[in-house]
């Protein structure tokens, strides 16, 4: 199991950027596949991006790309979202995932182990 913490929320204005990150410690962090997922107010957990082991390979919802980046540091053990061009549909509790090979990477159940999450509001 991997231990998650988030980091970076906050309140930002429409158009505006933040950058999450999410720094990982138990184990090995290139072993695993990471994913972030939000939660907004009301609805279930949804799939926002994704990135492969080594960072060769990255996954977006629609609503996230062209504007969300999704990036990893394996020397710093650190998952990072940066979101650019805020609305405030973006609005959500923002959880990083772990999972050392999920079968489905869009699935909240495919991932093992999840951080506590860190709240992005957008809203002017």
């Known amino acids: 199991q991997v231990q998650l913490v988030e980091s970076g929320g906050g309140l930002v204005q429409p158009g505006g950027s933040l950058r999450l990150s999410c720094v990982a410690s138990?184990?090995?962090?290139?072993?695993?596949?990471m994913g972030w997922f939000r939660e907004p107010p009301g609805k279930e957990r949804e799939f926002v991006a994704a990135?492969?082991?080594?960072?060769?390979?990255?996954y977006y919802s629609d609503s996230a790309q062209d504007r969300f980046t999704i990036s990893r540091d394996n020397a710093k053990n650190t998952l990072y979202l940066q979101m650019n061009s805020l609305k405030p549909g973006d609005t959500a509790v923002y959880y990083c995932?772990?999972?050392?090979?999920?079968?489905?990477?869009?699935?909240?159940?495919?991932?093992?182990?999840w951080g506590q999450g860190t709240r992005v509001t957008v809203s002017s």
């Open positions: 990135i492969a082991w080594t960072g060769s390979n990255t």
């Open positions: 138990g184990h090995t962090f290139s072993s695993y596949f």
């Open positions: 995932a772990a999972d050392r090979s999920p079968v489905l990477i869009t699935a909240p159940r495919a991932y093992e182990d």
